[in-house]
């Protein structure tokens, strides 16, 4: 079955910002974290600086209904630049109000909200905000006031 996932690139601070996750979503990782260091060596691919062996090169956790989150750090020295922007939000969709406020009240902490959670015009419960990390979250919960 097709399924979609959405994939973060970190500067240096993957594990840090997937723990915290972890905590959020009360989700175990998806197998062990894969670890650039894990790089089997051969004469095709330029040696992993010593400082960059213990940067995570592949990490998933499962947040809801079966969607999964998955990172990377993109250190400089492989040629990645990170370049944080409001391009890419994280769409949660939870059954509640209450989870809806549990979560985007986690994920805000340390952050910044950019729309408080609210009735929309469209029928929805909606907010969003950027978590101390930097990715910025959606929220749309259908859940109806009784």
């Not at 400082?51 to 209904?65: T, Y």
Request: aromatic share 14%; net charge negative.
């Amino acid at each position: 079955m097709a399924k979609v996932n959405t994939y973060l690139n970190f500067p240096r601070n993957t594990e840090e910002a997937f723990r915290f996750y972890k905590t959020v979503f009360g989700t175990e990782f998806i197998g062990e974290i894969s670890r650039f260091r894990d790089i089997p060596s051969s004469e095709n691919t330029p040696p992993i600086p010593e400082e960059d062996k213990d940067l995570v090169m592949h990490i998933a956790l499962p947040i809801l209904n079966g969607h999964v989150l998955m990172g990377t750090d993109a250190p400089e020295s492989m040629g990645f630049k990170v370049n944080f922007g409001n391009n890419v939000y994280i769409s949660l969709h939870p059954d509640t109000r209450e989870e809806t406020r549990r979560l985007f009240k986690k994920l805000s902490d340390g952050g910044k909200v950019e729309m408080e959670l609210q009735d929309m015009f469209w029928g929805d419960y909606y907010g969003s905000c950027q978590d101390k990390y930097g990715v910025q979250w959606m929220f749309n919960c259908e859940e109806k006031t009784k």
